[in-house]
C-alpha cells in the first residue's frame, strides 16, 4: 500500500495517522526565505505536543478529520490567489488536480504564529 501525504494540518499531522509528525510536510515549504524558519516553528510544535503529552498521560493523538479538512481548504484558497497557481503556469509545486501541496501561501511570520502553541483541542486522544 502506498501513502502519499498531499495534505496535511499545519504541513505535519494527518488524520488517522496517530502520533505521526511530519517535517516540512504538504504545504509548509518554501519559494522564498529559508526553510529553517519552518522547521524551527514545527519542532517548537512538537516540542509541546510531546510536553502535553507526557503531562496529561495522553498515550495517542490523531488531528481531528474536520480540523484538517478546514485547514486544507483555507490552504487551497490563499493559493489559488497566488502566483503558484495563477497564469495557467504547470509546475511541480501542483499536483495533478492543479492543487499547490508544496509551498506555504504567506508570510513566514505568520506561519511561526499560527504554531506558536500547541492545540489540543484540535485532536483526538486517549
Same mark, same amino acid.
Given at each position: ?8 494540518? $499545519? ?14 510536510? =504538504?504545504?509548509? $515549504? ?10 524551527? #516553528?514545527?519542532?517548537? %510544535? ?7 503529552? +507526557? ?18 481548504? *483555507? ?16 509546475? *511541480?509545486?501542483?499536483? #495533478? ?6 509551498? *506555504? =501561501? +504567506?508570510?513566514? *511570520?505568520? %506561519? $511561526? ?5 500547541? +492545540?489540543?483541542?484540535?485532536? +483526538?486522544?486517549?
Amino acid at each position: 500500500m502506498i501513502f502519499v501525504f498531499a495534505k496535511a494540518y $499545519r504541513g505535519m499531522t494527518i488524520p488517522n495517522f496517530p502520533n505521526l509528525f511530519l517535517l516540512l510536510g =504538504p504545504n509548509s $515549504r518554501l519559494g522564498h526565505s529559508s526553510v529553517i524558519i519552518m522547521l524551527e #516553528a514545527q519542532l517548537k %510544535y512538537v516540542i509541546e505536543a510531546l510536553i502535553t503529552m +507526557d503531562t496529561n498521560k495522553i498515550s495517542v493523538l490523531s488531528v481531528k478529520e474536520k480540523v484538517h479538512n478546514e485547514y486544507n481548504q *483555507w490552504i487551497q484558497s490563499k493559493l489559488k490567489k497566488s502566483v503558484w497557481f495563477l497564469g495557467g503556469c504547470h509546475s *511541480w509545486y501542483q499536483n #495533478a488536480e492543479g492543487e499547490v501541496t508544496t509551498i *506555504w =501561501p +504567506d508570510f513566514t *511570520w505568520i %506561519y $511561526r504564529l499560527i504554531m506558536n502553541n500547541f +492545540d489540543l483541542q484540535n485532536y +483526538d486522544h486517549n
